[in-house]
């Protein structure tokens, strides 16, 4: 059966999972330039900073980047351009004024979390230096959003690629000449570039505040972006808790070293979905909010969104759990082997993401915000137990089965509350569709238990390829996807 929601979910995913792709081959450059100059604790010590310098700037955000595209996607649709211009103004003095204060907040806790996170002060100056990036951020991040409001989908994803190769350029220098002491100048680097390529295209579009309104005029105006950021900031705040104290429980248990190990395995496990998860941000969501009154045209889009995005997410899963070797030591570098069982772990807890993420979207359509936030703290709060419980049974290992259990118990919960605001159900496609993507992968990693080397390798490519198949059937029948046509007619008319 075909609708024009699995095919406009196809093209979402491929249009944003263009720019995605080049992006994260960038960053996985990155982070194989990181490993093999600094090793595991280089990586280890790159991902607390970034968590930290996150965690800081999603608060000091207040919600404000979600929200202001709603409010600019709105202003758009009036057809007025100057309450256009009047809300890029709001939105960018809004961003402005609070990579400020947290910039300010990151500056006067330098020291304080580098006791709390490395036991010492050692490294208060790097993370005062480091605190430029959640000013830059912030900024970047209000000039995103203008841009995602006027619905220039392409200026974003070309912004996104661009401003990532330059700053892996500016970075992968910094890191070749300074070593570890260059790692918080290459952020720096990475965040000026986010700032200067948005704010080129952004004056393109008319969003100067110069255009618009006076800074004291953009400011009042940007009060009512806060109302709507309420949720996203709450969501911001449990995610980069729980992320730092997950950090600092790995370090606690094992050392820098032990922490590059589950940065790497939550990098790649990540970077398999996030396509995906992304595409549900700009295509889905929109679609399902326009439904929100209608709970069965809400679970059917949630049912087709699930269907297509197991299958295209069951490949990179597939690969990534049976060739998690080859893989880590391709992107990473040999000392990273000991991080194989934790991305054949947390690549189960990624397929359950897929699964339970657009169901959680019904939440912020029907603006059950109390329902969202409970969802949301419940996730962090089990998957922080859960972790503290496996490093002391299993060690390191214990965290890609607490990483695996708590995605599934966040799944079962999201699920429960779906049921209450539109009594969701499972349709007997998704549901066959599901139970078969988590069969594969159990027989995926059942074969890398019982069997290794270049024969586990093997075994690998076949499920892969079994995958790749059973996903290609599921797209052809669904949207009339046809990956051989499409190939050999790209051929031929080139």
Partial sequence: MRTGSHSS?????????????????????????????????????????????????????LGIPPSGVRAVAEACATGDEGKVRRMAAALRAAM??????????ALVLAYPVSVMTFGSGERWVDLALLSVTVLLANYASGQRAFLQGMQRVREVAQCQ????????????VLLWVFGERGIVAALVANGVAAVVVFGRETRRG??????????????????????LGAAFLFQNLVLGVGGYWSRVLIMGH????????????????????????????????????????????????????????????????????????????????????GAVPLVQLMSFGASFRVVAWPIGYIMLARSRKGMFMASEAFGAVCGLVLLAA??????LNGAGVAAAV????????????????????????????????????????????VVSGVPGMVAGVALTTAAVAGSLYGLNRMVGFNAWRALTGRWRRS
């Fill in 9 to 61: 979910i196809l093209k979402a995913t491929a249009w944003t999972g263009s720019s995605q792709v080049a992006v994260l081959v960038m960053g996985l450059m990155r982070s194989k330039l990181t490993a093999v100059l600094l090793g595991p604790g280089g990586v280890g010590l790159t991902g607390t900073y970034l968590t930290i310098a996150g965690f800081i700037g999603g608060i000091a955000e």
């Fill in 96 to 105: 402005l004024a609070t990579g400020v204060v947290g910039m300010v907040v």
């Fill in 161 to 172: 690629v661009v401003s990532t190769f330059a700053g892996l350029m500016v970075g992968g």
């Fill in 206 to 227: 008319g969003g100067s505040v110069e255009e618009g309104a006076s800074w004291r005029e953009a400011l009042r105006d940007s009060k009512g972006l806060l109302a």
């Fill in 254 to 337: 094992g050392g820098l070293d032990a922490l590059g190990l589950y940065t790497a395995a939550w990098t790649l496990s990540g970077y398999a979905v996030q396509v995906i998860l992304a595409a549900m941000g700009s295509d889905f969501y929109p679609r399902l909010t326009a439904v929100a009154g209608e709970s069965e045209a809400m679970n059917r889009l949630v049912n087709e969104q699930i269907e297509m995005g197991v299958l295209l997410a069951t490949p990179a899963l597939c690969g990534m759990l049976t060739l998690a070797p080859l893989v880590l030591g391709l992107v990473f570098s040999r000392d990273f082997s």
């Fill in 390 to 395: 496996g490093l002391g049974w299993w060690g």
């Fill in 406 to 449: 708590s995605a599934f118990l966040f799944g079962v919960f999201v699920w429960g509350c779906a049921r209450v605001v539109t009594s969701f159900r499972f349709s007997r496609r998704s549901l066959l569709i599901v139970i078969g993507h988590w069969l594969l992968l159990g027989v995926g990693y059942g074969v890398t238990r």
